[in-house]
């Protein structure tokens, strides 16, 4: 088996180094096995820049018929696995057909590249860029493992900052249950960047139910597809309890949730026609009986730029 | 099913205790390890224990406390900031991402006690913030709870003057504005725990309740102890706003509680500017709260207040207080209608208590309380509420205590009509109340028109009151009552004998109410009182011999005269002879010939009609004997008509040796041994050998009737009375006679060794025989042979 083992070994090693990589902030990043890597994080429209390093094994030499590197963009659909959609693929040519020998450095650079969607790690669906190295070969036409050994991906993920929203208004509504329950509850904003804090307060005009306590949920709802074949998922991203025991008619709550703990992404809205990622502020009332009674407000998350 | 209760309460405090500790141990982990994240994730965890709902507010507090000590280290903590490298206003922020409501607000309030003390920390905002986070709990124990908690870890760190921050008087604002709301916050809660659960448990909630209030009180305390809450922050703002609360909580363990609380907590001097607003409040509270007791702890505290210190008496006078006291309890009267009877004079009681304390010089005070009492009290029957009684006696007995001095309750017009109110029983008591003090404080009154309001308030005693049988007296009461009366009669007195005059009058008067079981206690009194003016008249006869003059001892005997004949007709013979003859001794000390005369007459007539008892006939004419004999003032018929009845009813007596007796007293009628009285040695005679007849009589009946001559007693008092007279140089009584008696006793007695009295009537003689001088040559001529021994 070692021997065997040894004959599908890749002939050679291939590195991919970004040449601010010492200094470049990195973030994690949840793999598919459930462990989460730090990787590079850029901004929309920055040049990628840095070098493929290309080492044979055993002093072995390496046939191909050229290397090159692509930029790709892909939004990957988990439940139509293997199914890559890319909506940014760009390619150099790192080198023309013909043997390695030895350790080769290929430098590239990608400029003011167009990356328009944010990396997504969703529970159908996922979004990521990638640079992509392959060495083309010649082999006898029935093996196709060229795939497997000569393409390493290297993950960078890119997230885009917008302003403050000029028009930012308040949540305020009045619900309730005829002749049992009346509220009135605010959120200062509709808008929240992801580090803010949603401020408001429920009002309690009428109570003639036993209520145990009241909390406010952070819900995610993503859709993939379209038309029949929507797949809709939501998940809570936090569960924050507002109020301990029954008020009284004119009781005013405070609410004050802090949105850093939480991992929350940006609100988006059709993604290169594939998906779409909506936050909800769900008010949740139970009472003594373990009744809920809720209202779910969607709010708009968006990405501040930190250092303006 | 309730013990099971209990023992499965005491479980869970059990777990709880347990999960405290655990996390516990955690947390100490972390601190020592300065893991900032580990200590809160942990002390959430452990909070977390006091989300529990299955405690009783009792075992509650007992896994509050154990919490509360872990808090105190995390404080330490996360005030060194070099353990743990964040800055407090972002650990302020960071404590807030915890979950769960109730530990991340007890974190809250942990980092902010540190975050206020902290320089330049925005100490307003962060009170407020703190305040009005704490609403996210609206369940009543756990939101008391933790309510009480910021005020624990707040209370000491709060700006205050003196604290060195910039702009003392906002700050001190801030911080009472904190604690007022934390209050408001704590009583609504505290209200609410009332309504929550089925109302079967309503007592056991209350009592819980109860165990909780000083919870809630404790703000009021953190407010006092601010010391820049000056009286005019006190009146502008806290007063009204804790005031505010309280009325609208509309809960009558809250109200009656909290307004304790503010009385006891906050300085009097405050009080008693702020009397106003917070006599305000009073009417406005719930009906069924005990504003007596609230009123009467305001007015306890304000007297002692006034009594502490002559200095602050001013202060009283400048706000009125008696006027607001006095409206304000008149305004809660009317606005609790049913308040019982009991209440209202409660509260007169604690204001009259008040008033003797700050304003002892104001009668008129006084009287407008028992004024109002009166308002209160008529229109209704009479008071047969045990407990409203002894109110009114309390209200009626302060006054009486305060001033030692019935004369100036007297001068109060309402005094009397308060008494009326009282049911018999309970007057009659009050008026024992009112003598004794005057005896205590030995109490002159000394005007007829007081006596006469005297006698009004105490008329229980005086006379029978409408509705009351006689027989319903329990004796010794009744004795102890009348006793008490005529001591009180003692305690009238004026110098000036006309006003004396109108004084016994005036008793007279009411005392002849007082029906056949009164007047043989009181009149005695009223007789020695008046003698005793007319010895003092007697004593200045030179000076006023004036035709005009209304007060002359006749007059006064005319008086006596119809008191004592009243006394007679009781009826109470025994007792009214002897007045009688007191009233003639007078008479005779007074030169009043007839009117002595009179009073003799009188006493024969009670003793021929009224006198039937053998036994008091006795007493009587031996009274009248020893009276008799010292009048000096009879002319020769006069005395002759007396002695002579007197010796007529002596001889007349049932018994022989009564007989006997009497007859030799009365040989003393006519040996009067003075310089020029008068001496009839030969009636003198007489008597006794009337005596010795009739002792003779009496030896031979005894013979007769019992086989055996008695004792010769008789014989040897009869030798004693001869030798008295021998002695007195009476010619009659010569020394045969006696020696003659001497033999015949000495025959008489079966052993005259026996016979002490004899013996030493014997050895009598001897001795003045052997003594020497003029008497001894007298008695020479008696041979005495003493008895063998």
């Known amino acids: 088996m070692n021997f065997l083992a040894g004959a599908f070994k890749p002939p050679c090693k291939i590195s991919i180094s970004l040449a601010d990589g010492g200094a470049r902030k990195k973030v994690p990043l949840k793999k598919e096995n459930g462990q989460s890597v730090m990787v590079p994080l850029f901004h929309s429209q920055e040049n990628i820049v840095g070098e493929v390093i290309i080492e044979p094994l055993y002093g072995k030499k390496v046939e191909h018929n050229g290397v090159k590197i692509e930029l790709l963009g892909q939004i990957e659909l988990y439940f139509d696995r293997g199914n890559f959609y890319d909506f940014t693929s760009l390619v150099r040519e790192l080198d023309v057909p013909g043997d390695l020998y030895e350790r080769k450095t290929y430098p590239f650079e990608f400029s003011t590249v167009e990356m328009p969607y944010e990396s997504y790690n969703g529970v159908n669906i996922r979004l990521r860029y990638v640079l992509k190295v392959t060495i083309s070969r010649n082999f006898v036409p029935n093996i196709v493992e060229y795939l497997d050994f000569v393409i390493i991906y290297s993950v960078v993920g890119v997230r885009n900052y917008s302003p403050p929203p000029a028009i930012n208004n308040s949540i305020k509504m009045e619900v309730g249950i005829e002749d049992c329950l ?52 939501t998940e809570t991203l936090a569960k924050f309890e507002l109020m301990d025991g029954a008020p009284v008619r004119g009781e005013s709550i405070p609410i004050r949730l802090f949105l850093s703990p939480y991992e929350l992404t940006p609100t988006y809205r059709n993604i290169n026609n594939k998906f779409s990622v909506k936050y909800f502020l769900n008010l949740v009332l139970v009472d003594d009986e373990d009744r809920r009674y809720f209202k779910q407000q969607e709010f708009q998350l968006y990405r501040l730029l930190e250092n303006p | 099913m309730i013990v099971d209760g209990i023992e499965d309460e005491e479980k869970w405090l059990a777990e709880g205790i347990a999960g405290i500790q655990q996390n516990a141990f955690y947390i100490h982990r972390a601190l020592d390890a300065n893991n900032l994240r580990e200590a809160l994730k942990f002390s959430a965890h452990m909070l977390s224990e006091l989300r529990t709902s299955k405690l009783s507010p009792h075992k509650y507090y007992e896994l509050y406390m154990r919490a509360f000590d872990e808090l105190r280290r995390l404080e330490i903590f996360f005030k060194d900031e070099s353990r743990h490298g964040v800055s407090v ?101 505290w209200v609410r725990l009332q309504y929550q659960g089925p109302s079967q448990i309503r007592e056991k909630r209350e009592k819980e309740r109860n165990e909780l209030r000083d919870l809630v009180g404790k703000n009021l305390h953190v407010l006092s102890q601010i010391e820049g809450v000056d009286l005019d922050m006190y009146k502008d703002t806290v007063l009204p706003r804790v005031l505010e609360q309280v009325v609208n909580c509309k809960d009558e363990l809250a109200q009656f509680y909290l307004m304790e609380c503010i009385i006891q907590v906050f300085p009097d001097e405050y009080h008693l500017q702020t009397l106003e607003t917070l006599l305000g409040a ?30 602050v008496l001013p202060e009283f006078l400048q706000v009125e207080a008696f006027a607001k006291l006095s409206g304000a309890i008149g305004r809660v009267i009317e606005a609790q209608a049913d308040m019982p009877i009991v209440g209202a004079i409660a509260l007169q009681v604690s204001l009259l208590t008040f008033t003797l304390y700050v304003h002892p010089d104001r009668l008129d005070y006084v009287d407008q309380v028992l004024g109002a009492c009166v308002k209160k009290l008529s229109g209704m029957p009479k008071l047969d509420d045990n407990r409203a009684t002894k109110q009114v006696v309390a209200l009626l007995s302060a006054p009486l205590d305060k001033y030692n001095d019935i004369v100036t309750a007297l001068t109060l017009s309402n005094y009397p009509r308060v008494m009326d109110h009282l049911d018999n029983e309970t007057n009659k008591v009050m008026a024992m109340v009112i003598i004794q003090s005057i005896m205590k404080n030995n109490t002159c009154i000394s005007t007829a028109d007081k006596v006469e309001v005297l006698f009004e308030l105490i008329k229980g005693l005086i006379k029978d009151l409408d509705g009351t049988a006689l027989d319903e007296y329990d004796e010794e009461d009744f004795n102890e009552e009348q006793n008490s009366v005529a001591r009180l009669i003692h305690m009238f007195h004026n110098d000036d004998p006309e006003e004396m005059v109108k004084i016994i009058c005036t008793v007279k008067k009411h005392i002849m109410n007082g029906g056949p079981r009164r007047l043989p206690f009181t009149v005695p009194s009223l007789v020695f009182s008046a003698l005793r003016l007319v010895r003092q008249l007697q004593g200045q006869d030179g000076d006023v011999v004036g035709e005009d003059i209304p007060t002359t001892p006749k007059k006064i005997f005319q008086l006596l005269n119809e008191t004592i004949e009243a006394l007679s007709s009781v009826p109470s013979p025994e007792l009214a002879l002897r007045l009688y003859l007191q009233c003639a001794e007078a008479a005779n000390d007074c030169d009043l010939e007839p009117v002595a005369y009179e009073f003799f007459t009188q006493a024969f007539v009670l003793y021929e009609e009224e006198i039937a008892d053998s036994k008091a006939q006795v007493t009587a004419i031996h009274l009248i004997i020893g009276m008799l004999q010292r009048m000096n003032v009879f002319g020769v018929e006069n005395r002759d008509t007396l002695t002579h009845k007197a010796t007529g009813y002596s001889a007349k007596l049932l018994k022989k040796p009564d007989q006997c007796r009497a007859v030799y007293a009365c040989s003393h009628l006519f040996w009067v041994d003075d310089q020029d009285g008068l001496k009839d040695g030969e009636r003198v005679l007489l008597c006794l050998k009337r005596a010795l007849r009739i002792a003779n009589a009496a030896q031979q009946m005894a013979n007769v009737t019992r086989g055996s001559s008695g004792p010769v007693t008789l014989f040897v008092e009869i030798l004693n009375k001869y030798l008295y007279y021998f002695e007195k140089e009476n010619p009659q009584i010569t020394s045969s006679a006696i020696q003659g008696l001497i033999e015949l006793i000495a025959t008489e007695i079966q052993n005259p060794a026996s016979d002490v009295f004899f013996v030493s009537t014997l050895r009598y003689i001897q001795f003045q025989k052997q003594k020497g001088g003029l008497l001894a040559e007298k008695y020479d001529s008696i041979k005495i042979r003493f008895p063998f021994v």
């Open chain 2, 282 to 311: 009073c009417p406005q509270l719930q009906p069924t709260v005990d504003i007596k007791a609230i009123l009467s702890q305001l007015m306890e505290r304000l007297s002692n207040y006034a009594a502490s210190s002559t200095d």
């Open chain 1, 182 to 233: 009346h509220i009135e509850f605010e959120y200062s904003k509709s808008k929240y960047h992801l580090k803010d804090v949603i401020i408001g307060k429920i009002y309690f005009l009428l109570v003639r139910i036993k209520i145990k306590n009241m909390e406010l949920e952070i819900r995610r709802r993503e859709s993939t597809g379209s038309g029949t074949n929507t797949y809709v998922e």
């Open chain 2, 89 to 189: 206003v972002d650990l302020y922020e960071l404590v807030q991402h915890a979950g769960n409501i109730l530990p991340r607000l007890y974190l809250l309030c942990t980092v902010g006690s540190v975050y206020i003390r902290s320089k330049d920390a925005p100490v307003r905002e962060v009170l407020k913030d703190l305040v009005e986070m704490c609403l996210g709990v609206q369940h009543p124990i756990r939101g008391l709870f933790l309510r009480s908690y910021l005020s624990q870890v707040s209370r000491d760190k709060l700006p205050d003057i003196g604290s060195g921050d910039e702009g003392d008087a906002d700050s001190v604002m801030d911080s009472v504005e904190f604690v007022l709301q934390n209050f408001t916050e704590m009583n609504k809660l």
